[in-house]
């Protein structure tokens, strides 16, 4: 019998174990709340990583891979909350990803959340993203994503047309 996991215990998972990514694509530090419906996540800017400009901040266009991380942990709970784990999934794109500073500045504590819009039986979804800095706001979008029934499927014929 598979042992379900509570909203706490899933929240204090390492990230790694949450997430695929690994190295300095990794972006997100922690969870910090975890819902059904919505996730909130922590990241660092860090000035001496690949991002970083001139100044150690992380360029506002970055804020859209991170809603992309905090919609994968959140898709990942609620699957692990199932007891099963989550499928890959990808991004499909933004109406409209609004940066509402150039940059996050270094050493910054961003808080990103993720509240899902649509979930179809076929593995579409929308979540309105936002990222804040204390109570700064950063940047909103409302992020489109798929999580296809066969992935290396999906990858192979993405590639050959």
Do not use: N
């Not at 909203?7 to 204090?12: E, G, S, Y």
């Not at 993203?129 to 409302?142: F, L, Q, R, W």
């Amino acid at each position: 019998m598979t042992q379900t996991l509570s909203i706490q215990d899933l929240v204090r998972q390492p990230i790694d174990r949450i997430l695929p990514h690994r190295g300095t694509m990794l972006l997100i530090d922690a969870v910090s709340t975890f819902s059904d419906e919505a996730l909130s996540a922590l990241a660092t800017v860090h000035a001496d990583a690949w991002y970083a400009d001139a100044d150690g901040a992380m360029p506002a266009w970055i804020g859209i891979e991170l809603m992309a991380q905090a919609i994968a942990a959140h898709v990942a709970l609620r699957a692990m909350r199932a007891g099963g784990g989550a499928r890959p999934g990808v991004l499909l794109g933004s109406r409209s990803y609004k940066a509402l500073v150039p940059a996050f500045t270094s050493g910054a504590q961003l808080r990103i959340g993720v509240t899902e819009l649509l979930r179809s039986e076929e593995g579409h979804g929308a979540y309105e993203c936002t990222i804040h800095h204390g109570d700064v706001s950063c940047a909103e979008a409302v992020v489109k994503v798929f999580q296809p029934p066969d992935f290396q499927s999906f990858i192979e014929g993405s590639f050959s047309s």
